[in-house]
C-alpha cells in the first residue's frame, strides 16, 4: 500500500495548485457567479407573524397567511434593482417550510395561505424566470421543529427536502447552507458531504454558500463589509459551517489553495425579517451605494436582504430604495472616461486584458481633461487573484500626485476619492503572486445623487 501514498500526495498538491507552482482559478460557475456582482435575499416564514428574528418551532401554520402575496411584485422590484438572483427562505430555523413538502406536516400547506394550496417556492421561481432573473434556495440545516433533529435520520429528512427543491423547480443558482444554530440546540453532525455531492448531481450549475464553501464563503460579518483585503483564496482544511474564524474569512488567505470567493450577507433593514417597529429604519439608497463599496468594491458579491411583509409584498420604501440605488450606480459608472485608445481595458471584457510585471506602471490617458473622483479596477479572475498591492496617481500638470494606494483588486476594486481634474492617470503594480492581468480600468465621476 505504501508505495501509492506518494503519487496520490503529489497528484492532490498539484490539483490544489499551490505546489506545482500555479495559482488556484475559480470554477466556470464561480466565475459566472462572481460577475452576478449584485443578488437578494428573501427572508419570510411565521416570524413575519410573531415578530421575531429565530422561530422555536412550535408555531402554528394557521398564522401564515399572506393575503395579498404577489411573486411578480418581488421579482420585478429585485430585476429594478439590478439584483441577478433571488435567493428565498424556503425553511428557516423554525422548520416550517414555503412548500409542501411531502416530508412534514410543517408546511404552506397547513396554513390558511390559498386554503393550503399554495408554494411559495413554485410561485418565485416562476416569477424569477418570467422577469429574467436567477433563483437560490436557502435551506436552514438547523430546525427546531423536526424531531429526527439530532439523528441521523435529520440528515435523510434534510436531503429528502433538498431533493424536492432541487428537482421541482427548474434552474437553482444558489444553494445556501447557514451554519447559524442556537447555543442550546441540541447536538447535530450535518452531512454536509452528502448534501453537496446531492446538489452537484442535481444542480450541477448551482453554486453552494456555506461558512466555508465548497464554492462561496461567508465574509465573517452581517454589516455588509468585505474585508479592505480580501483575497478569494483560503485554506478550506481549517474552516467548517458554523465553526467560521470570521476574521480569516473576512480577508481571505494570499496562500490559500482553494478558490472559494466571499459573499457580503446584508439587510436593508436592521433585522432580516419584516417588522413594523423597523419600517422607519430601512436603509436609504445612499446607504445601500456605500455598501456596494465595501463588498462588490472589494471582491466580493453584495447578497442584499429585503423581506416581504405580512400581506406578503415588499414594502414601498424598499423597493424605492432598491430602484434608486440601481439608478445611482448606473449614473455614476455609465461614462468611463478612460481614452479609447486603450480599448482593451474598456471593453467590458475580462477575457481581454493587459499583462503587468511587478513594479511596472501604465499610463491611461483620459479622453481629455477631466474632472473625476472614481477608479474601477478589475483582474482577469479567470486567471486568478494576483494583485497584492498598487498605487493609484495623478498628473497634475507638473508630477505625479498620489491618488490612492490600496491592496487587493480581484474581480472589482473600487476607490473613491476626492474629485480631482486631470488628462492622465498612472497606474503601479507595487506587489503580485505572478504577472498580472489587467482586466478593465474605469476612471468616473460620480452622481451628484451618492
Ligand atoms: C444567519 C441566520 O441565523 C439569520 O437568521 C439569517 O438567516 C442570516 C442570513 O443568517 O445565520
Not at 490539483?15 to 435575499?41: D, H, I, M, N, Y
Not at 478569494?232 to 470567493?261: C, F, V
Request: proline letters at 4%; charged letters at 25%; hydrophobic letters at 35%.
Amino acid at each position: 500500500m505504501k508505495k501509492y501514498i506518494l503519487p496520490l500526495l503529489l497528484a492532490a498538491c498539484t490539483a490544489q495548485g499551490q505546489v506545482s507552482g500555479t495559482l488556484p482559478k475559480p470554477s466556470a460557475r464561480q466565475l459566472a457567479w462572481q460577475q452576478l456582482e449584485t443578488t437578494a435575499f428573501l427572508h419570510f416564514t411565521v416570524n413575519t407573524y410573531t415578530d421575531k428574528e429565530w422561530g422555536e418551532g412550535d408555531e402554528s401554520p394557521s398564522i401564515f397567511n399572506p393575503t395579498k402575496l404577489d411573486a411578480m411584485q418581488w421579482a420585478k422590484a429585485l430585476k429594478a434593482g439590478g439584483f441577478k438572483i433571488a435567493i428565498i427562505t424556503a425553511k428557516h430555523h423554525d422548520g416550517f417550510c414555503l412548500w409542501p413538502s411531502k416530508y412534514t406536516e410543517h408546511s404552506i400547506k397547513n396554513s390558511p395561505y390559498k386554503n393550503g394550496k399554495g408554494d411559495i417556492v413554485k410561485e418565485l421561481s416562476e416569477a424569477c424566470k418570467a422577469v429574467g432573473i436567477k433563483f437560490g434556495v436557502y435551506l436552514s440545516p438547523w430546525d427546531r421543529h423536526e424531531k429526527s433533529y439530532g439523528t441521523d435520520a435529520y440528515n435523510t429528512y434534510y436531503k429528502n427536502q433538498l431533493r424536492e427543491l432541487l428537482t421541482n423547480y427548474g434552474e437553482i443558482a444558489e444553494v445556501w447552507f447557514d451554519g447559524a444554530k442556537g447555543e442550546n440546540a441540541k447536538n447535530m453532525e450535518y452531512d454536509f458531504q452528502g448534501y453537496w455531492k446531492m446538489v452537484r448531481e442535481l444542480q450541477p450549475k448551482a453554486v453552494m454558500f456555506s461558512d466555508a464553501g465548497p464554492d462561496v464563503r461567508w465574509v465573517g460579518n452581517e454589516k455588509g463589509n468585505a474585508g479592505e483585503t480580501c483575497w478569494s483564496t483560503i485554506n478550506n482544511a481549517g474552516q467548517a459551517p458554523g465553526k467560521a474564524d470570521e476574521h480569516y474569512l473576512n480577508t481571505g488567505d494570499e496562500k490559500g489553495p482553494d478558490w472559494i470567493p466571499a459573499e457580503t450577507d446584508v439587510s436593508i433593514r436592521p433585522g432580516w425579517f419584516w417588522h413594523e417597529k423597523e419600517n422607519a429604519k430601512v436603509r436609504t439608497p445612499q446607504n445601500l451605494v456605500n455598501l456596494y463599496y465595501q463588498s462588490v468594491g472589494r471582491n466580493s458579491l453584495l447578497l442584499l436582504n429585503i423581506p416581504p411583509n405580512r400581506d406578503g409584498l415588499l414594502e414601498t420604501t424598499d423597493v424605492n430604495a432598491i430602484q434608486k440605488f440601481r439608478a445611482i450606480l448606473n449614473e455614476t459608472f455609465a461614462h468611463n472616461l478612460v481614452s479609447p485608445k486603450h480599448k482593451l481595458l474598456i471593453d467590458k471584457k475580462l477575457s481581454t486584458s493587459k499583462v503587468l510585471d511587478v513594479n511596472q506602471s501604465l499610463i491611461l490617458q483620459l479622453d481629455g481633461e477631466k474632472e473625476f473622483d472614481r477608479i474601477a479596477i478589475q483582474e482577469n479572475i479567470a486567471e486568478g487573484q494576483r494583485i497584492k498591492s498598487f498605487l493609484v496617481e495623478f498628473w497634475d500638470g507638473k508630477t505625479w500626485q498620489k491618488l490612492a494606494e490600496s491592496t487587493t483588486v480581484g474581480h472589482k476594486r473600487l476607490l473613491r476619492f476626492p474629485t480631482v481634474k486631470s488628462t492622465q492617470v498612472r497606474l503601479t503594480i507595487k506587489d503580485a503572486l505572478a504577472k498580472v492581468y489587467l482586466a478593465e480600468f474605469g476612471v468616473y465621476k460620480a452622481s451628484a445623487q451618492e
